[in-house]
């Protein structure tokens, strides 16, 4: 956290959570359970030596930077992954989350998943989507957090391996005579050379199936901005995406800054995700200006267990700190949020109440 402290305010903070990786929420203690209930091997003979593994900086891109050595980010994230194998594993780390999130003050969540981390290893889309629905359910029911979910395709994986991906787990869409797990499909992974388009026709097929689209497009990568551009003017002739995750490169570009606003596609930033690579000094004034500006954006924690356990609250209020924003700016960030997401009308009107409530209470303090 760079020094700070979560402030009163934003923990107290209503929220919602649209970019948060659920296999980037697996704490190292439910790592080690699962691992040693499971029988898959760790590369740690203590439980120590795990949770160490967790303090490393897991922002190398061989790709860009050549092999130094180290694991990088995404090879350390899949590796986790490893350890989920039954249906009550998912079904824990999906709780674990919802837990947290109420903690939080989140009241809800649209969660990624990533289906092809595990159908190469024989986990049935069944598996993996059962263990979720129930959480969802529960996790409703127990902790008063409302989810719709997000299956995500692997961007650096073959097109036609993602769009099977999508196949098996259709069954649980949020479509007619569907089980209503995800209400929408997404990106994720290794961007590399990996440009949105490439996935178009698995996009056009959730259209056609009444879903909803978002898409990575990661910040400071190889091409970042042209993915901006390809997400906002070129999937699906410009009508695909209705939001883009990160994005921040849209900075860099006033054409892009423009389409955003013009066609409101909104972003999800994750600012410590960003902070790892990037100084304070130039990281926060690009938030702020894309604010200044009027694009629409909310904040979110990314993978926050293999980002130095920030999570949501952390990330607000490092936007609260570093960009100068006001109380009311925060709380423009919140229902930027409730305005982002795909939940029902009636879920989304009592959030909005939630925060005027909020709002009239904290004005109201000396």
């Not at 061989?62 to 350890?83: C, H, I, M, R, S």
């Not at 007619?176 to 209400?183: A, D, E, W, Y």
């Amino acid at each position: 956290m760079n020094g700070l402290e979560i402030s009163p305010f934003i923990a107290s903070l209503p929220k919602v959570e649209l970019h948060v990786h659920i296999e980037g929420t697996l704490t190292p203690s439910l790592r080690w359970k699962l691992a040693h209930k499971n029988n898959v091997p760790l590369p740690y003979a203590t439980y120590e030596a795990l949770l160490e593994s967790y303090n490393v900086l897991y922002n190398h891109r061989k790709e860009v930077n050549g092999d130094n050595g180290a694991p990088t980010f995404l090879e350390t994230y899949f590796a986790g992954t490893q350890v989920l194998c039954e249906e009550e594993d998912f079904y824990e780390l999906g709780m674990e989350y919802l837990q947290k999130a109420k903690e939080m003050n989140v009241r809800y969540v649209e969660p990624f998943f990533d289906l092809q981390a595990y159908l190469p290893r024989g986990i049935s889309a069944a598996t993996v989507c059962n263990g979720y629905m129930r959480a969802q359910r529960e996790g409703a029911e127990k902790f008063g957090v409302q989810s719709n979910w997000i299956m995500c395709f692997i961007r650096n994986e073959p097109l036609e391996e993602g769009i099977a991906a999508y196949q098996a787990a259709r069954p649980w869409a949020k479509i007619p005579g569907g089980k209503g797990l995800f209400h929408a499909v997404g990106l994720a992974a290794n961007e590399y050379d990996r440009p949105p388009l490439l996935f178009e026709k698995a996009f056009q097929m959730a259209i056609d199936d009444g879903l909803q689209v978002t898409m990575h497009c990661d910040v400071d990568q190889k091409d970042a901005a042209d993915h901006v551009h390809e997400a906002i003017f070129s999937v699906c002739n410009g009508t695909g995406t209705k939001r883009i995750d990160h994005g921040l490169n849209a900075v860099d570009r006033p054409e892009l800054i423009q389409g955003l606003k013009d066609r409101n596609i909104p972003l999800t930033l994750c600012p410590h995700a960003y902070h790892r690579r990037q100084a304070t000094e130039v990281l926060f004034p690009k938030i702020r200006k894309l604010y200044d500006e009027g694009v629409k954006f909310c904040i979110n924690s990314d993978d926050p267990t293999y980002m130095h356990n920030v999570w949501i609250d952390g990330a607000m209020e490092k936007v609260y700190h570093y960009c100068n924003m006001t109380k009311g700016d925060m709380i423009q960030l919140a229902r930027n949020g409730v305005d982002m997401c795909w939940a029902g009308d009636e879920l989304k009107a009592g959030l909005l109440r939630e925060l005027d409530e909020f709002e009239s209470r904290i004005s109201q303090e000396p």
